[in-house]
């Protein structure tokens, strides 16, 4: 099943949106597989962020990351990716849709409360990058057969 790994960045913990943030994830029947509280290196920002690298917001972008603990975490479903970017709202808040994340809570790019990876093969490559195989719990719901056909 496709996973992807999403971030509640710096902005989200201290206006105290992981809790809004992991359940729009629940509700929309996506299934937790890792989470953890944590804070990120420089080493680990500048790999994750690795192909912004000498764009004109990567400096910024590099401190946003590292300014404040992030909640990173592996979410699982079918069409995962996809599902969770759309939650999750386009990269600038004031072009996102109604009703996503990006929309509902912010209003600049450059604090746009989550990350969350952008293809299947992104989702297998920083779910790798940010936790061990051992933090990831492999479960099943009893809900399972009334969410995935
Ligand atoms: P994404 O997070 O929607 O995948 P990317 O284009 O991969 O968007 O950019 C990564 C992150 O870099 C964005 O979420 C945002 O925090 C930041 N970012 C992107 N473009 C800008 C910008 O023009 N100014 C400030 N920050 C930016
Ligand atoms: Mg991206």
Redesign the pocket.
């Known amino acids: 099943m496709e996973r992807t790994f999403v971030l509640v ?1 710096p902005d989200g913990v201290q206006r105290g949106l992981v809790g809004e943030v992991i359940a729009r994830l629940e509700r929309r029947g996506l299934r937790l597989v890792g989470a953890k509280f944590m804070a990120v290196s420089q080493e680990l920002a500048e790999t994750h ?1 690795g ?2 690298k000498g ?3 990567y400096d ?2 590099i401190k ?2 590292t300014s404040a603990p992030v909640m990173a975490m592996v979410w699982e479903g079918n069409n995962a990716v996809a599902a969770v ?1 759309q939650t ?1 709202g ?3 808040p004031t072009e996102a849709a109604p009703g996503s994340v990006r929309h509902d809570f912010g209003l ?5 409360i ?3 990876s ?1 293809s299947p093969e992104n989702g297998i490559k920083e779910t790798e990058l940010w936790f061990k195989p051992e933090e990831l719990v492999e479960w099943s719901r009893a809900t399972e057969s009334w969410i995935f056909e």
């Open positions: 960045k962020y192909i912004h764009k004109p917001f910024g972008l946003y990351i970017r999750m386009a990269t600038n600049e790019i450059g604090r746009n989550t990350h969350a952008d």
